[in-house]
């Protein structure tokens, strides 16, 4: 409806500066002409046409602004229409001195033309100085702090925006990863998120709405926590799915796609995006560990091949463990042989250490008085006197 009426009030100013600026022709022309009104009707219906190809292009560019406005980072927005402000503040004080000059009538078109070109030369200016140098400002408002400093001099680059993805949110580690401080700047949900959440609630499935209340309760409960730091982008951008849309979300705003889904991160790569996959930071958080090294491991259960149990690290690495068949329930202590890394996980395989025997490593598995019987050292015999000694 809006864009409507833009289109109709372009082509009314049209139409009438079309059937106005017959008066603005020269006399000598205007003797010439035959027919005058016929003049003035083509004149309005250029006007109209004009018009009508300037509201078009004004909606095209409306629409491209707003979706901008719409993902754009609070701070960068501002600073943008700060620089904007300044641009054209300079250029009306630049201008004010060629609109007071007397000039003929024939070169009078040169003070509104310096007046275009001067604002959008200077209002766009300012406009790209501000995108370049926006956080500069920080020094205005606060010079003596030393972030501020930093960023202005480039040494110290801004946080860049974490986008959600479902599974990050559903996962629900990316609480801790905000409580321990390790994600900085603003946290953006795209609203395509919210509404796959909300699908997920409504869901039939238990399991799905299970999911999706889950999401969506951690999201509330992060909205109290941090308030205005995380942020709900509504624009709705057009895709054939939730993927695609947070893919264009990053590549707008710049920020960095915060996600779990290992093909989803992969296309960001490919796309040139910033991306930081949850399970490649929990395995590079992970403690290494080397063939050689010794373990206590207790055995959860037993293994899919002959002779195999199967046992966790406290970080829930699974361990497979040769040799611990049926020994479920005991702390065995293990030699790690290898390790498996894939995109998923890591598989740790060991084997028993077989200098303990099974009643040994069940002793010193469970506390108590229970120590391991030793040999007792065989006396020392006195050698036998020979015959025809005394005695």
Do not use: C
Not at 50 to 78: C, E, H, I, N
Not at 215 to 222: N, R
Not at 260 to 286: C, F, G, H, P, Q
């Amino acid at each position: 409806m809006l864009d409507s009426l833009i289109l109709v009030l372009f082509v009314i100013s049209g139409a009438a500066a079309g059937w106005l600026g017959v008066d603005l022709l020269p006399e000598q022309q205007l003797i010439r002409i035959p027919n005058l009104e016929q003049l003035t009707w083509i004149l309005a219906a250029v006007g109209a046409a004009a018009g009508l190809v300037a509201g078009l292009v004004f909606g095209y560019l409306r629409k491209t602004l707003m979706q901008q406005v719409r993902s754009m980072p609070t701070d960068l927005l501002v600073s943008r229409a700060v620089g904007l402000i300044l641009g054209l503040l300079v250029a009306n004080l630049l201008l004010a001195p060629i609109l007071l000059l007397p000039l003929p009538w024939e070169v009078v078109f040169v003070k509104p033309l310096a007046a275009v070109v001067s604002n959008v030369f200077f209002g766009v200016s300012g406009y790209n100085l501000a995108e370049v140098h926006g956080r500069t400002l920080l020094r205005l408002f606060n010079p003596s702090s030393t972030e501020a400093l930093l960023v202005a001099e480039g040494v110290l680059l801004p946080a860049s925006a974490k986008i959600l993805d479902t599974s990050v949110i559903i996962d629900g580690r990316i609480r801790g990863l905000l409580d321990s401080g390790l994600l900085e700047g603003q946290v953006i949900v795209a609203q395509s998120v919210i509404d796959e959440l909300q699908a997920l609630a409504d869901s039939s499935n238990a399991e799905k709405r299970g999911r999706g209340r889950r999401g969506l309760k951690l999201l509330s409960e992060l909205r109290e926590q941090y308030g205005r730091r995380l942020v709900v982008n509504i624009t709705r951008y057009q895709g054939k799915g939730v993927d695609d849309k947070l893919l264009e979300l990053t590549a707008d705003t710049g920020g960095t796609l915060l996600t779990a889904d290992y093909n989803l991160a992969k296309v960001a790569e490919v796309k040139a995006l910033k991306v930081l996959n949850l399970s490649e930071l929990v395995i590079a958080l992970r403690p290494e560990v080397q063939p050689g090294d010794e373990l206590p491991i207790k055995i959860a259960r037993d293994g899919k091949e002959a002779d195999q149990g199967v046992g966790y690290l406290d970080d829930g690495t699974m361990v497979v463990v040769e040799g611990a068949r049926g020994r479920i329930g005991e702390r065995l202590p293990v030699v790690v042989t290898g390790a498996m890394q894939n995109p998923t996980g890591r598989i740790v395989f060991a084997r028993t250490d077989s200098s303990q025997t099974p009643a040994e490593s069940t002793a010193s598995a469970v506390p108590g008085p229970t120590t391991t019987k030793r040999k007792a050292k065989p006396k020392a015999v006195p050698p036998k006197p020979e015959a025809g000694s005394p005695s």
